[in-house]
């Protein structure tokens, strides 16, 4: 918020220059954003903090902090005093006027809407440009001089922070025709009420707005005039014909200023102001200091009428004007440094709170009193902050802590994501973090069920393209892959993330070969050409499970074809990853037009996936609960293994986790491992057949196995082989 | 070693023995050849005849037990002479024909160019984000803080209410806030009212880590929250709509604004610690220690609240806001008004990806979020 350095000077109880403002505003209240020379002022835009609005939304209320901190320091600021200066409005005016004038009548509907309606009639006064300093002052801050009276509103409202706002009185008065009314024929009636359903009213910057019950009017008993505590509306406003005005200065309740200004979409110095809260005791205070103005502006030939004060919720802000309780151990003890019980009453004086011992007899607290423009000093801490802010953060020293030894509690959850994190970047992958807000497609790209999908959406978005949270990590991962792959050829990817609608983190890997080349020849085992960047990825994620001790890791067919079909991945290149007999997630190649759609090219710059690119995705959760945590020593074998290889011919689409499953049941207990040696497909074994080849290693861990048992294990097998797959044993 | 060959050599040292070359004779012959050895094989040859282990000069004292005691210190004299001799003319010869001897002996072994490179193995690379968030846990886990995390999708009651933010106050709107389009359960509600509000949002903050795990912990207690945070922003060099932050919280009876300070101060000469020394020479940083400067600030939920900033490299830098917890938080935990009077203590929040482009001087934080491996692979 800007303020004039001239304007604040007439309130300065020191001879402080603009950057000596800014200092000690710095050091003690708030931040300053810039200064800058505007003609002959210094503005200064200060960042109010949010809790301060009441007291220093205000040219007043900002000199006042000044002072205090000066006075409060009086030893580091050895300012001069000021040469004359106005003292800033410390005590309420009690003044109450009578609840109507001659001219004027207020009702006030709801307390609680406008706990204070005061107002004024001022006569003969003369609608016509400003004088220069008025005028400059305004602009200085950004604001446009628009007549003299309107510039006076504006002013108060800059001046002591409560806005105010000025009707004519001649268009308050619901006479019928064209007749102009005479003065004094009979009062004009505020009303100070709710909005009707669909009330409209035109505002002064000439848009109309639609109002609701939940909104507050300013109205004569036919027409509404204003929208309180925001906008005037143009059917009252002032004109060159104005001769007399009602000033208003009210109180509206803040809860309800806020939340009509956000339906309304209209914000406002005025709604700033009231939104964030105002004294109740500021009304009269500025109703006094406009009238003030006018007599400077227009001359002594105007005409005040007396203070028109509807004042109902009086009672309520003297009882929340409470007084608190500090213990004097507490500011020390709170900020860690000592504090002397003279520094707390200097402070919390200068600051003008009344500082009362609390009780006879040796209590420990203090009796507080705010100050009534302090709305945000409501408890004991409250006011250790003012002491420590009045002394500055500057004076606590850097203390470590005396605390009993503790160790942090374990969280495995963290601890296993680091550990894996680490675990893949050691065998290549690079990491990539991506927005968990994607796009609609992104979503569509894994699921299509609308009940999810309306559950991932935003209600408000910055872009379509990150308008719902990630259902996957896959579509990052696919974007990533097609920026990458135009300044490097290979690369391992991965990303550690949330995912929801059912929130949880998911572990996502990419490869990419751009020379990766598919072949339908498979000679010597190399089945791998098949698939290259799969069989590549399907490696990387069991060295990465066995890392963490998780052998039991299967790779099974995606069942509902129907499902399958209409998916992203390619349906020959596909496989959910099964991990101790838990679904763990899913691993496969993209299909085409998921590379089209990502603009992933394939080798030889098609954009068709010729093995170059896979992609998997596993939930963390999973992985962790089966990463072996203690690993129990197991005594090494003693007993020699025996070997033995087997070669089978059998259909091609007999898997050969199936071909293993069947082996080690049918040989017993004494299998040990079976592992793939050799793989062919082609013109030496038949159509839609293939070879394969198996080392088996039979061991007993309690003895050394005979020739004869081995050779029954093995038979079994063959056996089984040939009656299940119909499988020619070589 | 076969029969044979140990015959062979046996046969050898015979015939070698037989021929007893007078010393001096001996060095004029050496002399002659060295002269005539005019390459680095022939040099070779030469030391290996006179010098090397089996060479003549080596003959010489073999046979020494041979002689009588009396003449043997004579002949040694004379043969160590000799070698000395020989070695330096050796090597001047070497100077002038060959090579050095340890240059010698590399090209004995140098069957391959070293210099050829090694079988590729990709390096991964860790994120940025991810290191700055394992380095900062570990620095206060090293000092005995909780790591704990919070859920992306909250309720307004954690986010906000519990926090001593009100609703209808424009206090809530210091955080913009994106809003799930269907309301629905947050895992464990809170304590108070609420209930009718169960909208969702993404977390504009780790904050709700604070009330989520007072519920289940009692004072004293020191814990940190890192997490990913949503601001419904447009996104600028400094500002994204996702980003991490590092919440962090300590209460017990004692726990003073001296001691955030003090804390915080480790904090940070921790974190920079390597930066302050690899750069030290070449900015003119010497290893000075990081200060920590606390100015007004206002939160709902800490009251004293502070703007942190630290001196780094010249500068004082805003790196957190913070603040003295405030009670009306601890009643939101659960904690009674008995507990509350005893207890006091501080709390922060700051983002991540503010210190990792302090520390890494990263222009622009949407850097860390596009996968660009020519960004990730610059770390490692």
Known sequence: MRFSYNWLKEYLAYAVSPQDVADILAMHSFEIETIEKVGDDTVLDINVLPNRAPDCYSHQGIARE??????????????????????????????????????????????????????????????????????NRL??????????????????????????????????????????????????????????????????????????????????????????????????????????????????????????????KLKTDASTRFSAGVSQYLPSIALARAVELLRTVCGDTIRSLPVVDQWPGMQDAKTQQTTMRLDRAKPGKLLGIAVPEERITDILGALGCKVTDAEQGGSQALTIQPPFWRLDLTRDVDLVEEIGRMIGYEAIPATLPLVVVQTPEPNPAFTFRNELRRSLVNRGFDEIYSYTLVNRDD???????????????????????????????????????????KQCDRFQLCEIGKIFEQERWSLGLAWFDSEATTSQKVTDGSYIHRAPAFFALRGAIDAMCANFGITDVRYESVGDKKQAAQSWFDQ??????????????????????????????????????????????????????????????????????????IAIEVDNSVPSQSLIDTMTTAGGTIVESISLFDYYEGTKVGAGKKSVAYHIVYRDRSRTLTDAEVNKAHRAIEQELRDMYNAVIR | MSMNKRIMVTKRKQQ??????????????????????????????????????????????????????????????????????????????????????????????????????GVSTPVGHIH???RMIERVTDIFSSMGFDIVEGPDIESPYYNFDALNVPADHPSRDLWDTFWMQEAGEIGRAGRIANQNDSRRLLRTHTSPGQVRYMETHKPPFRMVVPGRTYRFENADRTHGFEFHQIEGMMVGPNISAANFKGILTVFFN????????????????????????????????TEPSFEVFMWFQGRWLEVMGAGMVHPEVYKHAGYSAGE?????????????????????????????????????RQFS
């Open chain 2, 340 to 376: 509350i009077a005893k207890i006091q203590g501080f709390a922060f929040g700051g983002g991540i990806e503010r210190l990792i482009m302090i520390k890494h001087q990263i222009p622009d934080m949407r850097l860390l979020y596009v996968g660009d491996l020519r960004v990730i």
């Open chain 2, 128 to 130: 940025l984000v991810s």
């Open chain 1, 572 to 645: 020959g290149v596909v496989a959910q990853i099964v991990i101790a007999g838990r679904p763990a997630g899913i691993i496969a190649q993209p299909n085409k037009a998921t590379m089209q759609h990502y603009d992933i090219a394939g080798n030889a710059g098609g954009l068709n996936n010729q093995g170059t690119t896979a992609v998997a995705e596993l939930d963390v959760a999973v992985l962790q609960d089966a990463s072996m945590r203690v690993a129990l020593y197991k005594e090494p074998p003693v007993f020699p293994p025996t070997k033995r290889d």
């Open chain 1, 66 to 135: 000044v002072n205090a901190a000066i006075d409060a320091n009086q030893t580091v600021y050895p300012f001069a005093p000021a040469q004359t200066y106005r003292q800033p409005f410390n005590k309420a005016d009690s003044a109450q006027g009578t609840s109507t004038s001659p001219r004027i009548k207020v009702t006030i509907e709801n307390v609680t809407d406008c706990p204070r309606y005061a107002c004024q009639v001022v006569e003969q006064v003369v609608v016509t440009k400003s004088p220069t300093w008025l005028q």
């Open chain 2, 270 to 301: 921790t974190l920079f610690c390597d930066i302050q020394s690899a750069q030290g020479s070449k900015t003119n940083v010497t290893s000075e220690q990081i200060k920590v400067r606390l100015r007004p600030s206002f939160f709902p939920f």
């Open chain 1, 443 to 485: 979503v569509e790209l894994t699921t299509t069920d609308e009940s999810i999908i309306s559950r991932l959406a935003l209600q408000n978005t910055l872009s379509h393209r990150h308008a719902y949270v990630r259902h996957s990590v896959l579509p990052c991962l696919l974007r990533a892959i097609a920026e990458n792959q």
């Open chain 2, 16 to 117: 070698k023995k037989v021929v007893k070359t007078p010393i001096l004779a001996l060095k004029k012959a050496a002399v002659k050849k060295l002269a005539a050895a005019k390459t680095s094989v022939a040099l070779d040859q030469w030391e290996r005849d006179y010098l090397g282990r089996k060479g003549a000069i080596r003959e010489v004292f073999q046979s020494l037990k041979e002689l009588p005691e009396a003449k043997r210190k004579a002949v040694a004299q004379e043969a160590n002479a000799v070698r000395t001799e020989l070695v330096a003319l050796f090597e001047k010869a070497q100077k002038k024909h060959g090579v050095g001897i340890a240059e010698k002996r590399a090209l004995k072994t140098h069957t391959i160019d070293v210099t050829l490179p």
């Open chain 1, 139 to 264: 602009r200085a801050l950004g604001l446009e001089a628009i007549n003299n009276i309107v510039d006076i509103t504006n002013y108060v409202m800059l001046d002591v922070g409560n806005p105010i706002h000025a009707f004519d009185l001649a268009l308050l008065k619901d006479t019928k025709g064209s007749e102009p009314t005479h003065e004094g024929d009979d009062h004009a009636h505020i009303i100070v009420r709710r909005a009707k359903a669909n009330e409209k009213i035109t505002g002064l910057d000439g848009i109309t707005y639609t109002l609701q019950p939940t909104h507050l009017v300013i109205a004569t008993p036919k027409k509404p005039l204003a929208i309180a505590g925001i906008k005037g509306g143009v059917g009252s406003g002032i004109s060159d014909n104005t001769t007399s005005i009602v000033l208003e200065a009210a109180h509206f309740d803040r809860k309800l200023i806020y939340t009509t200004s956000r339906a309304i």
